[in-house]
């Protein structure tokens, strides 16, 4: 199994400074929940980091722009970015709402919340 993380954020080089940018001056409004837990400012967070490095599981992770081109379909539900999926080779599943994430706070409560979810299947 795979978790699937996708970012409600676009991908390259001027998204990213824009993103880094936002974040520094404007962190209330700031669009990316998953963003702000999972990175500072210029680099991904070394809890997150050390957690998904020694996790049994597969992380993947996606840019919302870069997850409606490879997924594109018309059957494909309709997510609110951020959103995290469980994938197996057959299918996709929600694991993370937007809602969800909106309600963490800290890197360490999105951890316990992968980690526990992934203790169900």
């Known amino acids: 199994m795979t978790v699937l993380f996708v970012y409600n954020a676009n991908s390259g080089a001027a998204s990213a400074v824009f993103d880094s940018m936002h974040k520094m001056l404007s962190p209330?409004?700031?669009?990316?929940?998953?963003?702000?837990?999972?990175f500072g400012t210029f680099s991904e967070k070394?809890?997150?980091?050390?957690?998904?490095?020694?996790?049994?599981?597969?992380?993947?992770?996606?840019?919302?722009?870069?997850?409606l081109k490879r997924?594109?379909?018309k059957w494909l539900p309709k997510y609110d970015f951020p959103v995290a999926l469980l994938m197996d080779k057959d299918s996709m599943e929600l694991f993370i709402s937007s809602e969800e994430f909106q309600e963490l706070k800290t890197t360490r409560q999105l951890i316990r919340l992968v980690e526990e979810r992934l203790s169900q299947d």
Request: charged residues 35%; proline residues 0%; glycine residues 0%.
């Open 46 to 67: 070394r809890i997150w980091k050390k957690f998904r490095q020694h996790s049994n599981y597969e992380f993947r992770f996606l840019h919302k722009d870069e997850f």
């Open 71 to 73: 997924y594109k379909s």
């Open 28 to 38: 209330s409004t700031y669009d990316c929940k998953l963003c702000e837990l999972t």
